[in-house]
């Protein structure tokens, strides 16, 4: 619960600190007091918005401080410990802005952010001002209304992560046909790339052998001059070989003398005959000295272009033709089998669809079953609230195809009559200002019956209503109030004698400076307050009677 509340510098409030208690709090005062600055603190706890132009005059920030007690959420809990936040007997929050324009957050004296605010804090406290039962009207928020008095979060969970995981499949084989198409669109275009790789044949190193060749063809005619005469001066009929065999045998004759000399120069002359030979052989088998047709200049030309002009095409350099031919083979080969893919995406996509469908139907069957159940409390409060002629109802229907959410399959609508002359219909087009607080208010006593831990605080709730009508939301205002705390900002003498605890909002001149303060009222200041409310200014007799008359 919100056991005090700080303000230090914000619009007519210098430094305020409020105590709250259990049970149902009334806060009174006259208009202009400063119960307006109240709600926009407490706005600023619930990480709304920073307004800089609450900062008081000639002050260079402000802050508000709520300090909670008695809170035990393992959701909370287990939040806090994810943001390293300190868990103490008391939960702190704190809201500072300054006038350059920079808004801080704490909790607990930690740094947060707004976000990490407005989440945790949202757990312990909620304002219905004057105008929020825009709750009603939103036809959006009746499902969350619905769900939060169904109460079955682990199946409303289930609902949610089925349909993330449905629309994360769903994304995927968007993407996949996509990308698809794209493939289908570049397969013409790689099988044409392929067959000009498959006729061209490029091979490693080939550019450099080309040109060695080229060079060669060039200046043919001095090769083949020199590769010719070489050949005469070998196997020519004096030639290299002839008069080394000659010499070989010449000094075989001298062999048998054992002389070192002659052993020496037939060993030469055996090895260079031998060298000879391979001289011989190398010369024999070249080129030059034979008609190739196949290695014409206009051939290799022809070739150094078609390689040339296939590497400037695909970005590359020649030597790495055949390393992109295997790339695109490999291309080709991915996009025949990305078909399995496809099709294997699509059936994870449908099996988590008819997760999803199957997890929602059994939520919307129970939504209906509860929304009964929901509509027959709200009715069986609509007399003490003095709308004896009223009713209230659920519609349920389901959703297209294309609306479905991680909310469900259901379109949830709130109908009410207000009268018993008139038609059932939207309960945003059929009830009044006054009405629809009374609905709400019904709204909060069901469906927040089981909730002790959050603080309720109601800004005007009866505005509109007077009478036996306001003492009857004050009655239902103590009701919520035995359950859970709750603080109502009221104009009604029969709403505020309905309170345990009554604290006065008072704008007073102090020093030449007009300052907003509150102060708790004991039980005869409550009689005079109440009889102001009831007779303004001047307060008689008979408004004292009335408001005491008002609190037994």
């Not at 808004?103 to 947060?112: A, E, H, K």
């Not at 409550?526 to 008002?550: F, H, T, V, Y």
Request: charged share 25%.
């Amino acid at each position: 619960m919100l056991s005090k509340l700080i303000i230090k510098d914000i619009v007519l409030i210098k430094d305020l600190n409020l105590n709250f208690y259990e049970g149902f709090t009334v806060l009174t005062g006259e208009t202009g007091t400063g119960k307006s600055i109240l709600i926009d603190s407490l706005g600023l706890i619930l990480g709304n918005r920073a307004n800089f132009n609450l900062i008081r005059k000639g002050q260079t920030k402000g802050s508000v401080t709520a300090i909670f007690q008695n809170f035990n959420n393992k959701t909370i809990i287990s939040y806090l410990n994810e943001i390293n936040i300190n868990i103490n007997e008391e939960f702190i929050v704190r809201r500072e802005i300054h006038s350059n324009g920079k808004s801080f957050s704490y909790l607990n004296d930690t740094p947060i952010s707004i976000n990490s605010l407005k989440k945790v804090v949202s757990y312990f406290i909620e304002i219905q001002g004057q105008f929020d039962n825009h709750t009603l009207l939103i036809e959006k928020n009746h499902i969350d209304l619905l769900d939060k008095y169904y109460g079955n979060n682990k199946l409303k969970e289930k609902v949610f992560n089925s349909w993330e995981n449905y629309k994360s499949n769903k994304n995927k084989l968007s993407n996949l046909i996509s990308l698809n198409e794209k493939n289908m669109n570049d397969s013409d275009y790689l099988e044409f790339c392929l067959n000009e790789f498959l006729e061209i044949k490029p091979q490693g190193n080939e550019e450099n052998e080309l040109i060695i060749k080229r060079k060669a063809l060039i200046n043919r005619d001095k090769f083949v001059q020199t590769f010719n005469e070489a050949k005469n001066l070998i196997d020519g009929e004096n030639g290299l070989d002839t008069s080394v065999k000659n010499l070989i045998r010449l000094f075989s004759k001298l062999e048998s003398y054992d002389n070192p000399s002659v052993d020496q120069i037939s060993k030469l002359l055996n090895e260079n005959y031998i060298t000879l030979e391979e001289l011989s052989l190398l010369i024999n088998k070249s080129e030059f000295l034979y008609e190739n047709k196949d290695d014409t200049l206009d051939v290799i030309d022809d070739r150094l272009y078609k390689l040339r002009n296939l590497s400037k095409k695909h970005n590359c350099q020649i030597d790495s033709l055949p390393q992109k031919q295997i790339e695109i083979e490999q291309k080709l080969n991915s996009i025949k089998n990305f078909s399995l893919e496809l099709e294997n995406q699509k059936q994870l996509t449908n099996e988590a669809y008819n997760e999803y469908l199957e997890l929602a139907k059994k939520l919307s069957i129970n939504r209906i079953e509860v929304s009964q159940k929901l509509i027959n409390e709200v009715n069986d409060e609509l007399p003490a609230l003095k709308l004896e002629n009223a009713r209230f109802s659920i519609i349920i229907n389901p959703l297209q195809d294309s609306l479905f959410s991680s909310k469900g399959i259901d379109d949830v609508k709130f109908y009410a009559q207000t009268n018993k002359d008139t038609q059932l219909g939207k309960i945003s087009e059929i009830a009044s200002g006054g009405e629809l607080s009374r609905f709400l208010l019904i709204m909060k006593l069901v469906i927040e019956k089981d909730n002790t831990i959050k603080t309720l605080i109601f800004d005007e709730v009866d505005s509109g209503v007077g009478g036996a009508t306001a003492s009857a939301i004050g009655t239902k205002l103590l009701k919520i109030g035995n359950n859970q705390q709750t603080i109502v900002v009221t104009h009604s003498p029969q709403v505020a004698a309905k309170g345990n605890h009554h604290i006065l909002i008072k704008k007073s001149i102090i020093e030449n400076e007009t300052i907003t303060e509150t102060f708790e009222l004991n039980h005869q200041e409550k009689i005079e307050e109440i009889a102001r409310m009831i007779s303004d200014d001047n307060i008689s007799d008979e408004a004292r009677n009335a408001a005491l008359k008002l609190l037994t």
